[in-house]
């Protein structure tokens, strides 16, 4: 028999599973909110002008060819990017206490990270809220990291951040723990702290000598404003943490699977850097060698000029705000209908995705009766949704929860 005979099948991926399933139905009102990508008003995927202006210009361009990027990525590229979520004026950045590397995308950056920490500050214990992005669980899981804690975030009775008990729990931590942080537009509850609760936080992460790790994979594409999207990394750097960003380009410029992604590392003092940058070096050398270009061409491109810079904020503008008008679409239309319920979260909640606080029998009516597909948490994208589907969408949540 097969040597690969005894190996199990895991479990789904519950995301493309739905979009699969998604794919397979033909009824003709199907709406798909489970995805994790932006949608125009069309439904349709996005390459943002600017990208696809910049990557004709790159094609053309007969001084660039495909040799070997070095094996922490392209200079002008990581750069650029820790400029972008430091802020070109950062302290951090002026006296050389703070630098990138390339990653493969968002999750690359988590995982050279949690290699990293496990490596060579011995980490094993981290932190992630609850609930989370699914695979903080995994990457720390396969980067060694043996105690695996989540601490409270969401308050589903009242719909909102629990400030009080992620505070809790995060007092019990033990010193030097890894704290995961969402930079902004916490997926998937789109509930982010405010700038007071943020302090409150950080007081408690200073006191307890607790290592922030930020999740930054939205910076811009929150708010529309890259600058407010980075303030919670930004006031940690301020008040002299070192801590780690790990940066994703995939939804800010539509690159999805371009894999453009920045680990930003802010340290006490430039003496370190060397040693820090020799040791991710070797972690990204054993594990894919260097990598990739393309996306990260386009990224250095459009930061590094600035009529292109420009037409990317107008861009991330757009993309934004089309979500902000969907959220207040959806919930003026459930308040409109009577739905019971308060539905004030939804716009008071920030990014692509949405907490409904829908239970799972709620969820499985969408999906059965409706043709709504959800995960089975009650998040939704606010990105499916469009002007010519929100009210059967709105009118399908009102029935499923009377
Ligand atoms: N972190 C969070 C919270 C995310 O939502 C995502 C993408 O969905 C990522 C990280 C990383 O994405 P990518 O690896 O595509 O950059």
Known sequence: SSIFANVPKGPAIEVFAL??????????????????AYRTEEGQPWVLPVVRKTEVGIAQDESINHEYLPVTGLETFT??????????????IKEKRAFGVQTISGTGAIRVAADFLHRQLKRSTVYYSNPTWENHHKIFVDSGFTNLHSYRYWDQNNRQLDLEGMLADLEQAPAESVIILHACAHNPT????????????ANLMERKKLFPLFD???????????DLDAWAIRYFVDRGFELFVCQSFA???????????NLTVVQQSSATRDMIHSQLTLIIRANYSNPPAYGVRIVSKVL???????????CIKNMSSRIRQMRKLLRDNLVALGTPGNWDHIVNQIGMFSYTGLDQNQVNVLIKTYHIYLLKTGRINMCGLNTSNVDYVAKAIHAAVT
Not at 24 to 32: E, L, M, R
Not at 216 to 225: E, K, L, R, V, W
Not at 304 to 314: A, D, V
């Open 216 to 226: 930054s994979a939205y910076q811009g594409f929150a708010s529309g404003d890259p």
């Open 79 to 92: 750069r650029a990017a820790t400029e972008l979520v430091l802020g070109a004026d950062s302290n951090a």
């Open 251 to 261: 939804k800010n410029f539509g690159l999805y699977c371009e894999r453009a992604g």
């Open 304 to 314: 590094n000029t600035p009529e292109l810079r420009k037409e990317w904020m107008e």
């Open 19 to 36: 979009t699969q399933a998604f794919k397979d139905d033909d009824n003709t009102k199907k709406v798909n909110l489970s995805v994790g």
């Open 190 to 201: 789109g509930m982010d702290p405010t700038h007071e609760q943020w302090k409150e936080i």
